[in-house]
Structure formats: structure tokens, C-alpha cells
């Protein structure tokens, strides 16, 4: 079972073996708390649920307080689905030392919020040209409609000016370059959606 949940702390660089500079994203990894497993007998499919970070115990409501018993007072509480039964037990607790050097992850969160962008930052279009009678049509989508298109009317899916990331992504095939086991490190090459706390889920590949 090799994921984890953290938060992204900030990019830097390092130095690998050869000598190169790596750029690389720092995420925090408190130890996970495995809070419920689900089997195929009694909930249908087999999976893991996992609780990270903490709150405190007057902001959380009674009917966590019951899921989770005396399991702690999480931040928030999130789902694998497994492929075999589970071979862990409530309770247990997971840390970067599941994954090691040089593994392959998949990282998935939130992308930073960029708020209402136009066509030309959000869906990289062209604009018009500078000269040819145009004056204030640079950064302009241009038309959206006519009868070549959908019979004059404004296409299902047209791509437009509107709010622009604060979506999930998902980021493939990153390496991992280096593990900081006495501060829950993990040290991922490249760089992963979100802002800096942004919370992330980190699966092996």
C-alpha cells in the first residue's frame, strides 16, 4: 500500500550524483492514521480510509468524533480503493517511509486559483493582429457564433474567457529524489498543483 497525504511546502533545488541541479517540490508528510478498512463482504469493494493533520477537538462535529473515536482529531479524512484486501488494521500509521528513493509517484490536488482570465492566458489563443485596421482586438476570442458553426447560436463547450484553475490535477511519473525521514520529507522532482499548503495525495505508480 504505497500512498500518502501531505501538504506542499515550497520548491527548491538540489544536487544530485551527477552533479546536476534538480529542481524539486518539498512535501510535509505527518503520519497518516488509518481510521477505517473497507472489505468486499461488507461494504462491496475493498479500500483504505486514512486520516491526516489535525484540529482541534471543539471544531470537530460528534458524528466524526464517533467515526473516529480515539483514532485523534483530524484535518480531514480521504479514500483508497484497493485491488486485494487490505492487510493493515485500524489504527496504524504510515509515513515517508513507505516509499524510498528513486520510486515513480502520482500527485494529485487542487491547482492554485488564477480568478477570471481571458481567452489568451486561459486557452492560449492567438488574438488578432496589430495592423489591419484592428485597434483594441489584441487579447479579443473573436467571433463565437454564425451559421457555419451551430446555425447562429454559441456551440456547447465553446472555449471562453471565464474563472481560470481551482480545479484537481493530477501529475504523473514524478521521481522521487530524496526522502527526509526525521522531518517527514519528501522531496519530489518536478513541480505538483497548488499553492503552498495545498493538500496533496501522493500514490505510487
Not at 500518502?4 to 533545488?13: A, I, R, Y
Not at 509515513?95 to 515513480?104: N, Q, T, Y
Not at 451559421?147 to 522521487?176: D, H, P, Q, S
Amino acid at each position: 500500500m504505497k500512498f500518502l497525504l501531505g501538504t506542499k511546502v515550497n520548491m527548491t533545488q538540489v544536487w544530485d550524483e551527477q552533479g546536476h541541479v534538480r529542481p524539486v517540490t518539498v512535501i510535509l508528510v505527518k503520519p497518516n492514521v488509518i481510521t477505517q478498512i473497507r472489505t468486499v463482504e461488507k461494504d462491496g469493494y475493498s479500500a483504505v480510509q486514512v486520516g491526516w493533520g489535525t484540529r482541534k477537538a471543539k471544531n470537530v462535529n460528534k458524528a466524526m468524533k464517533g467515526h473516529v473515536k480515539d483514532l485523534g482529531s483530524f484535518a480531514g479524512l480521504r479514500e483508497w480503493r484497493l485491488e486485494a484486501p487490505a492487510t493493515e488494521a485500524v489504527g496504524d500509521k504510515i509515513g515517508v517511509d513507505v516509499f524510498k528513493k528513486g520510486d515513480e509517484v502520482t500527485v494529485s490536488g487542487v491547482s492554485k486559483g488564477k480568478g477570471f482570465q481571458g481567452v489568451v492566458k486561459r486557452h492560449g489563443f492567438k488574438g488578432g493582429s496589430r495592423t489591419h485596421g484592428q485597434k483594441h482586438s489584441e487579447r479579443e476570442p473573436g467571433a463565437i457564433g454564425g451559421g457555419a458553426r451551430a446555425g447562429g447560436r454559441v456551440a456547447k463547450g465553446m472555449r471562453m474567457a471565464g474563472r481560470m484553475g481551482g480545479e484537481r490535477v493530477t501529475v504523473k511519473n514524478l521521481k522521487i529524489i530524496d526522502i527526509v525521514p526525521e522531518e517527514h520529507l519528501l522531496l519530489i522532482g518536478g513541480a505538483v498543483p497548488g499553492r503552498r499548503g495545498t493538500v496533496l495525495e501522493i500514490q505510487g505508480s
